[in-house]
């Protein structure tokens, strides 16, 4: 069972920074799509960022565009989300997923929370004055 570990979460001013780290365990990263989703209160959870098994390419939210960076370090089994400028509407719960399809691979431009089959636990993530 793969298990995957957010962290990297926190209170910030609006236009701060934050780093959220998701861990993988007991396979190799280099296996799955790997994304970001968030959830904010009463609200659907919605795609933030994705990258593909080799990291060719990575799409993101047009809501995030120029202030998120996804990166994965394959060695590590660690992917990244470097968040910029952050606004007060970027407050959620920020939880990273993996997933794995030779046909149809789970990280695509639509973002879409379906395809992906494991799921971290989440970090909270507040902006906020």
């Known amino acids: 069972q793969l298990q995957l570990v957010e962290s990297g979460g926190g209170l910030v001013q609006p236009g701060g920074s934050l780093r959220l780290s998701c861990t993988f365990s007991?396979?190799?990263?280099?296996?799955?799509?790997v994304g970001w989703f968030r959830q904010a209160p009463g609200s659907e959870r919605e795609g933030v960022s994705c990258t593909t098994r080799r990291g060719d390419s990575t799409y993101y939210a047009d809501s995030v565009k120029g202030r998120f960076t996804m990166s994965r370090d394959n060695a590590a089994d660690t992917v990244y989300l470097e968040m910029n400028s952050l606004k007060p509407e970027d407050t959620a719960v920020y939880f990273c997923a993996a997933g794995w399809n030779p046909l149809v691979p789970p990280c695509t431009v639509e973002l879409h929370k379906e395809p992906y089959t494991y799921w971290g636990q989440g970090t909270q993530v507040t902006v906020s004055s």
């Open positions: 007991r396979f190799y990263l280099d296996h799955y799509s």
